[in-house]
Nanobody, 126 residues
Framework: QVQLVESGGGWVQAGDSLRLSCAAS????????VGWFRQAPGKEREFVAR????????DYADSVEGRFTVSRDNAKNTIDLQMNGLQAEDTAIYYC???????????????????WGQGTQVTVSS
């Protein structure tokens, strides 16, 4: 199993930046990819970004492309999400998640991921 703990959330004003971190423990050698997702009140959980654990390939949702950057430090078993130019629409609980083998489906779907953190709240005030 893989355990995930997110941190770094908070309350900011529009235009500000935040850096979220996800600490992985357990069978981290089995990680294939890590995704960041978010869920706003009354909405479904949605894909934000993902990064390959070993290859480092990244994907971003259109809504965050150019503003958010995902990175990982394999030695520290951490995965960060740098969020710049935050907008009120970015307000949500942010989750990191792990998949341990190449999925048949895409890496953008919540159902692909096997392990999830507890989430960290990001609130952006306009």
């Amino acid at each position: 199993q893989v355990q995930l703990v997110e941190s770094g959330g908070g309350w900011v004003q529009a235009g500000d930046s935040l850096r979220l971190s996800c600490a992985a423990s357990g069978r981290t050698f089995s990680i294939f990819a890590v995704g960041w997702f978010r869920q706003a009140p009354g909405k479904e959980r949605e894909f934000v970004a993902r990064i390959g654990w070993y290859g480092g390939l990244t994907d971003y949702a259109d809504s965050v492309e150019g503003r958010f950057t995902v990175s990982r430090d394999n030695a520290k078993n951490t995965i960060d999400l740098q969020m710049n130019g935050l907008q009120a629409e970015d307000t949500a609980i942010y989750y990191c998640a792990v998949v341990t083998s190449p999925p048949r489906g895409g890496l953008l779907a919540t159902t692909t991921y096997e392990y999830w953190g507890q989430g960290t709240q990001v609130t952006v005030s306009s």
